[in-house]
């Protein structure tokens, strides 16, 4: 569905990332785990044409992302959570997800609806200032919004970041359970443990290259990535 071939991007003389050559299937959830620094939000920035890579092709479903702007991949059903949730604080929730869908305005009823299905915190909040929501809420409020958008391939970044335990674990369910509704997921995690569990297949990102890929669980077992990620 997504195949990310041989992507570089610089910032002026610092290479981020070298060749990355990547795919996520259709219905999938694959994992791109990898330290700091290691140039997975950029990875996520230049696949939904936020920034232009230096080289490398991007496509969806065969369709050539090159000549895209970032407004016209998110007609395309691809959409970016970003890092660090990016709601409006003085905006109320229902609002927040209002802006979710402005390219699908004649599904918006249809979609408030499955998003507070999926988010019933969200209903009871839904005359609520942004800002004014728990940690946990404001990313469970970010989702929504991204699937106000009817994606067909969600890119995550750090959903779980800075979160509870508890909350993390919400966090992760429903990414499961947003999967489940036959939306493929690109996962940006530092929690590489849960994100490897959940996940069909993950890559390694070390310095801007792909260092290693394969099943989720089977990376779990992976010596290097217990030394690099697992504490063991
Ligand atoms: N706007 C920017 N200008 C210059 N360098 C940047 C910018 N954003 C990120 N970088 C650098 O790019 C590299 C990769 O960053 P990033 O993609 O955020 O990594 P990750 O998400 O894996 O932590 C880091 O070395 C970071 O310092
Ligand atoms: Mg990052």
């Not at 003085?90 to 802006?99: I, P, Q, S, W």
């Not at 999967?179 to 996940?199: C, D, F, K, R, T």
Request: aromatic share 4%; proline share 3%; charged share 25%.
């Amino acid at each position: 569905m997504l195949r990310v071939e041989s992507l570089s991007f610089a910032y002026g003389d610092a290479q981020v990332l070298d060749s990355v050559s990547l795919e996520v299937g259709k219905g999938e959830i694959v994992a791109l785990v990898g330290a700091n620094g290691a140039g997975k939000t950029t990875l996520l920035r230049t696949v939904s044409r936020l920034v232009k890579p230096v080289s490398g092709k991007v496509t969806l479903d065969g369709e050539d992302f090159s000549r895209l702007r970032a407004h016209e991949v998110v007609r395309r059903g691809l959409i970016h959570v970003p890092e660090g949730r990016r709601i409006f604080p003085e905006m109320t929730v229902r609002e927040n997800l209002r802006l979710g869908s402005f390219t699908t305005r004649t599904d918006r009823e249809r979609n408030l609806e499955k998003a507070f299905a999926l988010f019933p915190v969200l209903l009871a909040r839904e005359g609520q200032l942004g800002g004014t929501l728990s940690g946990g809420e404001q990313q469970m409020l970010a989702l929504a919004r991204g699937l106000m958008a009817n994606p067909r391939l969600l890119l995550l970044d750090e959903p779980s970041l800075g979160l509870a335990p508890i909350i993390v674990k919400q966090i992760f369910e429903t990414i499961v359970a947003i999967n489940q509704q036959g939306i493929s997921i690109l996962l940006v995690e530092q929690n590489v443990y849960q994100s490897l569990h959940i996940a069909q297949r993950a890559y390694v990102l070390e310095r801007g290259r792909v260092v290693l890929q394969g099943e989720g669980k089977a990376l779990l077992e992976n010596p290097d990535v217990k030394k690099a990620f697992l504490g063991a």
